[in-house]
């Protein structure tokens, strides 16, 4: 059962400019303006084509980047303010990230078992039932602690270390849980398997996952709300099923006319943007001008114009 029904975690009017180069600088705007607001116990997946920032919105919620402008709020708590290195671990007790790359997540030279001693000694954890517990959220994420516990991590598969990283956050009790392309990594048989554990760990613990995706029909298999981003924006957010069935800015509507086949995966190097699309969203903002972002019902608003 969620632990309550405030907002676990609250994002409002997040930017970030990225700029490179030194004597001719360039301008990146990642992410513009995007708000939306994660309920404990509840799954968020974050759509959108590559390069759309997505990645760069769970940077800046697990403090490996600083927004240009905008502020998150965990239990209320300005994450700009958490500074102090007693809060910051305390911050990554609760709040954790598996990226597309796990193997640069864990320190190649310790064992697992080693990982997880850490865990309990530099989190301060209890100590009782320690080796049962980690036995436990092995065998939860459907890893063999026998086989597990004496390995290094270059001696695992990617979805093993996903599946490890799962069963560190269950173990830690994590709030907030980005997870960025999570099952790229894992196998057919092991996917609707982890799927449905972090489903279930949401629904018992009050976990919440932003889950970041390419995948819309996974989105629409696993997730209670839908943020949907297109070129730094979040253009359309809502509830899962009614963005689904009534999706209104042009590139979501594109989105979901363009992807007819269950469990079909966008290809990164296919072309998303048909000029078309580029168009009609221009379109689209010009003839709402004024509107900027409006709730069209309940839990579900669209980007209507840039303002
Ligand atoms: N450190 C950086 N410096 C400069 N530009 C960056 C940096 N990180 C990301 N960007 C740019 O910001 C934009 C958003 O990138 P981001 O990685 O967030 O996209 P994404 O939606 O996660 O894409 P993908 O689906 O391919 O993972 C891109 O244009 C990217 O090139
Ligand atoms: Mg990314």
Same mark, same amino acid.
């Given at each position: 059962m969620p632990k309550n029904n405030e907002n676990m975690m609250s994002v409002k009017g997040l930017t970030k400019v990225f700029k490179s180069g030194v004597f001719k600088p360039q301008y990146t /705007?990642?992410? $513009?303006d995007v708000s939306f607001d994660i309920k404990p116990g509840t799954i968020l997946s974050l759509i959108g084509e590559s390069g759309s920032g997505k990645t760069t919105i769970g940077k800046l919620i697990l403090k490996l980047l600083k927004p240009t402008a905008g502020q998150i709020y965990y239990k209320n708590k300005d /994450?700009? &303010?958490?500074?102090d290195k007693k809060e910051v671990k305390e911050y990554y007790k609760k709040v954790q990230g598996i990226f &597309?790359?796990?193997?640069?997540?864990?320190? *190649? +030279?310790?064992r697992v078992d080693r990982i997880f001693e850490i865990i309990f000694s530099s989190f301060g954890?209890? &100590?009782?039932?320690k080796e049962e517990r980690i036995h436990k959220v092995l065998n939860d994420v459907n890893l063999n602690p026998g086989r597990i516990l004496? $390995?290094? *991590?270059? &001696? +695992?598969s990617g979805g093993q270390l996903q599946r490890l990283l799962i069963a560190r956050a269950l173990l830690m009790d994590v709030d907030v849980l980005i997870a960025d392309?999570?099952?790229?990594? +894992?196998d057919a048989s092991t996917r609707i398997g982890v799927l449905n554990l972090l489903v279930d760990l949401c629904k018992e613990n009050g976990m919440s996952v932003l889950f970041i995706t390419h995948d819309l029909n996974l989105g629409y298999y696993i997730s209670d709300y839908t943020l949907i981003m297109y070129k730094g924006r979040l253009v359309e957010k809502g509830d899962t099923k009614k963005v689904y069935q009534n999706p209104i800015h042009p590139y979501t509507k594109m989105l979901f006319n363009s992807v007819?086949?269950?469990g079909r995966r966008w290809d $990164?190097?296919?072309?998303? +943007? *048909?000029e078309q699309v580029v168009d009609d969203v221009r379109k689209f903002y010009a003839t709402n001008q004024?509107?900027?972002? %409006? %709730?069209? %019902? %309940?839990e579900h608003s669209v980007l209507f114009s840039l303002k």
């Open positions: /705007v990642a992410v $513009k /994450v700009a &303010q958490i500074n &597309q790359d796990p193997f640069a997540t864990f320190n *190649p +030279l310790y954890y209890d &100590q009782t039932n004496g $390995k290094f *991590p270059h &001696q +695992l392309e999570l099952i790229s990594m +894992l007819p086949d269950i $990164k190097e296919e072309e998303f +943007l *048909p004024g509107r900027g972002i %409006e %709730e069209i %019902e %309940e």
